[in-house]
Structure formats: structure tokens, C-alpha cells
């Protein structure tokens, strides 16, 4: 005889046998079912932030900043309406995620009354599936099913409505099992041997990688490719993750997502290895495409969306990156011989002067003459910043103008030490940073972010407070919307920055922060940075370093 068991107790038993240890939230009235059965579940631990878009972008930071399954509860309508945006980035990072929220009960709903409204529909355009759940019978194979579903590549959320009256009844059910489906997929022996004989055909090769290589754990592999070939390897134009080893004698630095920057850098090479997703996203139009002509294209990856999307390849093969790579190079190295090795070794000295080491090193030295400046330089903040943070530290960037040199300054040396924004949509990076502290509690992280971005999200700070989380979060103040000054300019010629700045009343972060419960700086001197920032990162807590840069344009 199956046990009774209520629907509030069934859904968190099943989110726990689903390798959920976090539930994220912010509880309202329908969602109070849960919280009244949270009490019987001590180890499964509840976070609160202080709105729904905060509550989906930590759950996002750490399920980036581990690879697991997260699961998280907003309130119904205007709850998942505030979710919204920060739903959006998790759909772009194809972050594996059970969104839930409390719905009126069924036959309420049809009054409409307050706070009601159409969640499935509402969810529909950003998630991989979307349910109401109609019978407590149906709860345990409904988030079952979510769980296989968010994981499977390619990854992504789903979203669950959940009635009042399904989480209070009760009923006889049987909770089902667990299901992950294993993807690690390779290509056939014909196609291995079809793909490497292109490899051995180019002259002068380059590898574009994406963020599949950080999903599928394939950084080694990736620059064993490059090596072996002597190829050039760069990372997407949005490199929102560790999606290379900088220290790779190989690694050249990140394309530029601007068309013809990209294309002059591509315009040297006859054939583009890309491994993952799109390797020319851009961002602003441009009436230069992006991809040199004769270009050849091969591409691996496990999201055929992304597979030639928008520039045809002459092989394409859907396949998981690590498991094509580890069968790819011993196929390779028996094609190629002493021949490609021989030549592999030729490509890497002339790589030599100009890979990531060393334009890391002219870098450090053109921004090293920027030291006394004030207003703070960003450029030296960031080579500060990089210079005090500990070896293990994981960063979360969002400063978009200030950290246009983070990626070419601090290494990317294991696949969760770097989280950038990917999406475009700004505000995710303190709450990221919340969610990846979480996750990694051995390890202290680093937020960055722009003044702008942070005052999307700024009341993340008391959950890190609350938690006592080792979070360091350097904000760059430049006073406004910087970046949009930047392009106003840029495109319109125009300098009358209308609604850009934040002068009158300036914004006193360090304040803000104090007041929500942390620690809180504010640097002014450039001579003070180096100091206070390794100070601050090697004590435990949440802290807020707030510095003044120069913000002009």
C-alpha cells in the first residue's frame, strides 16, 4: 500500500532525490504550503532574496558555478514577471533549472482574482517545458520529468505551476525515480577520420570555442587540439565562461564582438575549428559580416541550434566535445606523424610572440603607467584587483566598460573559475555572485560590476550578509551608464548624455551595503588599491569594496 503523503511534502522529497540541496526563494501566499513543509526538511537548505529576479539569477550563479540542478520558487504572477529577465539569462547559459511558483487554487483561478494569472503561458517563451500540475497523482511524474528535461543537453529551464490545492492535498502516491540521460555522444570512426584529414588539409588553422566546453569539462582536450595542431585559438565573442586555458602556448585572447574587428582577425587563416555554440555572436548591426570570405568552417557540438546557425560548415557533427576530442587526437596524431608535429611546433614559436602570455605581459606594462592617475584608470583596477585575488578565487564579471581587460589579465585555468554576463541582460552579476559563493564555499569569489549593473540588483547584498557568505564585490563607480555614453557617441555623434548619469544625488554604495549588513570601503587612491583589496580578500564575510574611476568617455 503506497504511503500518504501531501503535495507540498511530495514536491520537496522529490527536488531532493533529484540532487537538489538549495531551494531558492521568496515566499508569498501560495507558496506558503512549502514553507510550512520546509520545517520537516532540514536538509534541504532555503535561501530568500529580497525579489524574484534576484531569487532566479543566484539560483543561476550557482548552477554555472557547479554544473548542478537547481531549483527555485517565485510567487505567482508578478513574481514570475519580476523573474523574468533574469529567466531570459538563464535561457541563453542554458542553465538547468526547475522554476516553480504558487498558483491560486484550481477553480479559484477562474474569478481571477487577485495576483492571478496565466503562469504556463506567462513561462512558455523562455523555458525548455512548462506544466501546471492538475492531480497530486501527477506531481512526482511531472517533476521527474522536469528534472530529466532540464538536464539534458542542450540544458535549460522549465518551469512548474503549482496549485494550492495540489500541494495540501494528500493522497497514496509513489514518488517514481530519478532519470539523467547520458549525452557524451562521439562521431563515427568515418566521420573522425573525415574530420581530421580536414584539420591535417589546413594551412593555417584557428579554434574558436564556446561555452560546450566548459559544459562538457573539455578544457584540456581543447588546448591538447590546439597544441597538437599549432592552431590559434581564441574564445567567442562572448566569452562568458572559462571557455579556454589563457596559459595554452596556443591562446591568442578573445574576438572582439565588433564585425570588422572579427573579420581582420580571422582574415590570416584558412580554415575555423568551432567547438560549441556560435562562434561570431555579435552584439550591435554592423554591414560587415563578421566571417572573412573563403572561410571554411568544421564545427562539433551537442546543440545542433547552434551548429551552423548562421554560416554554413563544411562538417558539422553532433557529438559531446570531450568524447569527440579524446577520440579525435590519437586519430590525429596517427594521420599527421612527424609531420604535423613537425609543423605543429613551427606554428607554436610563431604563436609565441603574440599569444596571451605574452600580450598579457606588454599589457601589464602599458597599464602600469596609468598607476597614479585619478580619477582611478579601470584598466589599473582590474590589474589590481586580478594581482590580489588568491589563486582559488572564482570570478563573477559584470563590469562591462571597466573589465574590457579582465579576460586578458587573469588567467581562465579550471572551468568554473570565471562567470561572465552572457546575455546582455544587466543586474545578474552581484545576485550570480551570491549563488556561486553558495556553491563554492571553500572558495572566496570575486564580484565585479559596474555601478550601473549593481544598482539593478544591489539588495542581493543582504543575502550574502545573511549567509555569511567569503563574497567580495568590487564596484566600479563611474558615475552612470558609461557604456551607453560610449555608443550614443560612437553612433549618433552626440554628447548630451540625457538620463546617463548618476550625479545628483551621486550614489554612495559603501553606504548601501552597511546598511544591508556588510562590510563596506570606499577607495579613492590609486596608491590604495593593491592594499585594501588583498586585505579584504583574505578576511572571511561578505564585503563591499566600492572604487572610484574615471568615467569619461
Known sequence: MKNKITGRSAFLALLKDEGVS???????????????????????????????????????????????LVACNVHVAPGLGNAMGSLYNAQFTGT????????????????????????????????????????????????????????????????????????????????????????????????????????????????????????????????????????????????????????????????????????????????????????????????????????GIVQVGLVDWEIAKNYGAEIALKADLKETLRALIPVLKEMGGATLAGRAKQRLAELAPKNWIARRAALVEQIGRSAARTPIDPDFLVLQMVEAMP????????????????????????????????????????????????????????????????MYSIQSLWTAAHHKLPLNVVIANNGGYRIIKQRLLAFHGDDNYVGMDFVDPPVDFAGIAKALGCE??????????????????GRPGTKLIEVMVDGKV
Open 391 to 454: 589563486d582559488n578565487a572564482i570570478l563573477v564579471d559584470e563590469g562591462l566598460t571597466s573589465s574590457r581587460q579582465i579576460t586578458a589579465l587573469r588567467p581562465h585555468r579550471d572551468r568554473y573559475d570565471y562567470h561572465g554576463l552572457a546575455s546582455g541582460g544587466i543586474g545578474w552579476g552581484l545576485p550570480a555572485s551570491v549563488g556561486a559563493s553558495i556553491a563554492n564555499p571553500d572558495r572566496p569569489v570575486v564580484c565585479f560590476s559596474g555601478d550601473g549593473s549593481a
Open 96 to 295: 538547468p533549472m526547475i522554476l516553480t511558483a504558487g498558483q491560486q487554487e484550481q477553480g479559484h483561478g477562474l474569478m481571477e482574482p487577485v495576483l492571478y494569472g496565466p503562469l504556463v503561458r506567462m513561462a512558455e517563451p523562455l523555458v525548455k517545458w512548462a506544466v501546471e500540475v492538475t492531480r497530486l497523482e501527477d506531481l512526482p511524474r511531472i517533476v521527474r520529468r522536469a528534472a530529466k528535461v532540464a538536464m539534458t543537453p542542450p540544458t535549460g529551464p522549465v518551469f512548474i505551476s503549482l496549485p494550492g490545492d495540489i500541494l495540501n492535498s494528500e493522497a497514496g502516491i509513489d514518488l517514481g525515480r530519478s532519470t539523467r540521460i547520458d549525452a557524451r555522444t562521439r562521431p563515427s570512426d568515418e566521420a573522425l577520420k573525415t574530420f581530421a584529414a580536414r584539420l591535417l588539409k589546413a594551412e593555417r588553422p584557428v579554434i574558436v570555442t564556446m561555452d560546450e566546453v566548459v559544459k562538457s569539462d573539455a578544457l584540456n582536450e581543447a588546448a591538447e587540439l590546439a597544441e597538437l595542431l599549432g592552431a590559434a585559438a581564441y574564445q567567442s565573442s562572448t566569452p562568458y565562461g572559462s571557455h579556454f586555458l589563457s596559459e595554452s602556448p596556443s591562446f591568442i585572447g578573445t574576438l572582439a564582438r565588433v564585425q570588422k574587428a572579427a573579420r581582420d582577425t580571422l582574415a590570416p587563416y584558412d580554415l575555423l575549428i568551432a567547438l560549441g555554440g556560435d562562434p561570431l555572436r555579435m552584439s550591435v548591426y554592423s554591414e560587415v559580416d563578421a566571417l572573412p570570405d573563403g572561410l
Open 520 to 537: 563596506a570601503i570606499k577607495i579613492s587612491d590609486p596608491r590604495e588599491l593593491r592594499a585594501t583589496l588583498a586585505s579584504a580578500f
Open 22 to 68: 538549495h531551494l531558492f526563494g521568496n515566499p508569498g501566499t501560495t507558496e506558503l504550503p512549502i514553507m510550512h513543509a520546509l520545517k520537516d526538511q532540514p536538509d534541504l537548505t532555503y535561501v530568500m532574496a529580497m525579489q524574484e529576479s534576484l531569487v532566479v539569477a543566484i539560483a543561476d550563479g550557482y548552477s554555472r558555478a557547479s554544473g548542478k
